[in-house]
């Protein structure tokens, strides 16, 4: 089977494209149980189907080759679009372990991105320690609020916050790096999201990652009600603009300027404050509030030599990695990994620089992310 170069790159955007570093990801199931209601990986899983056998054979070719390849491999996140370890499907099917087991086979670094604590158990916990141990891996735990009900309420099938907490507590026990996806960032629970901050900072996580809530009408009046906030004072709240990034075409909502900066300064100051980072999910604000660089996933806590893509960031700032062992790979490098992850590269690069010769959609994706942008 020819594997396409989406199964294994998110799709290029005016966003992903211009901030994301780390597009290549390794998706181990189709579907995911856990059924947030903001969730918006629902709206791209669509065309992505494969049964694990394709998955793993496709994994395996691909880590097999970039093993040959003389530059360093790119980090690959697990996952984008599901809850890889989601326990019923994980016990079951081991293809999330199996995908671990290649990635240390053919030393391939890897983002797990999780909200389940089955990766505390063998024997996932065995092989995440042994890429820990070859400074392969980022564990990023995903947590929206410690508050329990309102977390019920809106991931109803993920596991409680305190066994997310505990879950970052032990890996950083056992020294894996762990950072947390505090998101996404909602309007309403404010100063539970800061509360939430200074305990994973305080369970040991090394830094925070915020994205904001970018949502439908119906979606926010369904957010609205688990957060105990009438739907028809927080749709008529002058704080939402539209989102005129959305590839999906869903007609989404956004938090507005002041409040994203207020939120964003304030968690800034509080993760400084512990001596921590904290970086900004698919948001051009971020360049402004960047000073290690704009890696948004913090995958310079990955220690092992790997290869990121450039962003607006080193066309726009400053164009040498501050990190010794992340190679910033130029078009000429391209050509030397395997297809499936040239042609995304390339198409990735096309799209910046289409972005960066539009000043106007510069501007726009720079100072507001906003569809308000003078
Ligand atoms: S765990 Fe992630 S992918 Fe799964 S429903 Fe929640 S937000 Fe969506």
Same mark, same amino acid.
């Given at each position: ?233 927080? =749709?008529?709240?002058? #704080?939402?603009?539209?989102? !005129? ?6 007609? $989404?909502? @956004?938090? /507005? ?54 962003? =607006?960031?080193?066309? #726009?700032?400053?164009?040498? !990695? ?6 910033? $790979?130029? @078009?000429? /490098? ?41």
């Amino acid at each position: 089977m020819r594997i396409d170069w989406m199964f294994f790159s998110i799709k290029p955007s005016t966003i992903i494209s211009s901030l994301c570093y780390s597009v290549f990801r390794v998706e181990p199931y189709s579907s995911c149980l856990y059924g947030c209601i903001f969730c918006y990986a629902k709206w791209y899983r669509k065309g992505l189907e494969m049964n694990s056998s394709q998955i793993l054979n496709a994994w395996k070719s691909l880590a097999r080759r970039l093993k040959d390849v003389d530059l360093p491999p790119p980090v690959f996140r697990l996952s984008t679009l599901v809850e890889p370890f989601q326990d019923k499907l994980e016990m079951k099917n081991r293809i999330a372990l199996r995908i671990l087991e290649i990635a240390d086979r053919y030393e391939i670094p890897l983002i797990i991105n999780t909200k389940s604590d089955l990766i505390m158990r063998s024997p996932w916990i065995d092989v995440i320690l042994k890429l820990s141990d070859k400074n392969l891996v980022l564990v990023q735990v995903s947590i929206v609020t410690t508050n329990s009900n309102i977390s019920k309420a809106l991931e109803p099938g993920a596991p409680i916050p305190q066994r997310r907490l505990a879950l970052i507590e032990r890996l950083r026990d056992h020294s894996v790096p762990v950072v947390v996806r505090l998101q996404p960032l909602i309007p309403g629970i404010e100063n539970l999201q800061l509360e939430t901050a200074k305990e994973v900072l305080s369970y040991g996580a090394l830094g925070i990652i915020v994205e904001p809530l970018r949502e439908t009408r119906n979606g926010l009046a369904k957010i609205a009600k688990a957060i105990g906030i009438a739907p028809k004072s927080y =749709l008529n709240n002058h #704080l939402w603009k539209p989102y !005129s990034f959305s590839s999906s075409n869903q007609g $989404l909502l @956004y938090p /507005d300027i002041e409040w994203r900066k207020r939120m964003f300064y304030e968690l800034f100051t509080l993760t400084l404050k512990f001596g921590k980072a904290l970086t900004i999910c698919k948001d051009g604000l971020w360049l402004s509030f960047s000073i290690y660089n704009a890696d948004c996933c913090q995958s310079w806590h990955i220690k092992r030599t790997h290869a990121m893509r450039k962003t =607006l960031y080193e066309c #726009l700032i400053s164009s040498k !990695s501050r990190f010794p062992h992340i190679y910033l $790979l130029s @078009y000429g /490098d391209f050509q030397k990994y395997p297809r499936v992850i040239r042609r995304a590269l390339r198409l990735h690069y096309n799209k910046l620089i289409k972005v960066l010769n539009n000043k106007k959609l510069l501007r726009k994706l720079i100072i507001t992310n906003s569809s308000h942008a003078k």
